[in-house]
């Protein structure tokens, strides 16, 4: 794995970079405009970024949105990031695979264990606390795009949410 790149992204501007990309790429997927991040912290962002998925979602299902569509921006631009996050560090097993996704999902204060492929766990999620469930699922996408672009193939499969009232969130990768 080439870890120049994976401690840049390990530290604090790994994350602004990161959140960067995410509310960029997010905001193309909704149609929407990217909400201004000039002069904010990470933390700040990363707040922004959790209010501006909740209400764009929240709109996408009041409005009656193609669901389906969305779901499938959204895991599309997240395959082809996880995909160039996966060229520029060059994992060379699954082992270092969720290596990489446990640092990304780190840095926007998501704490996730386990194995993939296999379960995984998300004891701790920041977006929980501005997510409905019907939102949490069709933001997964972009996790269920992440996962598939940084293993090149793969199928994320939520069975469990704390937006759905569990302590935890449970996940199967294959």
Request: proline share 3%; with cysteine; glycine share 8%.
């Amino acid at each position: 794995m080439n870890r120049l790149i994976y401690r840049a992204l390990s530290g604090r501007f790994g994350a602004y970079l990161e959140l960067q990309i995410l509310m960029r790429q997010t905001a193309k997927a909704f149609g929407a405009e990217v909400p201004k991040a000039a002069g904010r912290s990470t933390p700040e962002l990363l707040k922004v970024y959790a209010q501006f998925t909740a209400k764009e979602g929240m709109r996408a299902i009041q409005h009656g949105d193609n669901l389906e569509t969305l779901h499938q921006k959204l895991y599309e631009m997240a395959y082809a990031l996880g995909n160039q996050i996966c060229r520029w560090l060059k994992p060379k097993d699954e082992k270092e695979c969720f290596a990489v996704i446990t640092l990304l999902y780190h840095n926007i204060r998501i704490q996730m264990e386990g194995e993939a492929p296999g379960t995984v766990c998300v004891r701790k999620c920041y977006f929980s606390d501005f997510y409905t469930p019907e939102i949490c699922d069709l933001i997964s996408a972009i996790d269920q795009g992440i996962f598939a672009g940084i293993y090149q193939n793969g199928k994320l499969t939520f069975r469990e949410r704390i937006t759905e009232g569990y302590d935890v969130c449970r996940a199967d990768f294959r």
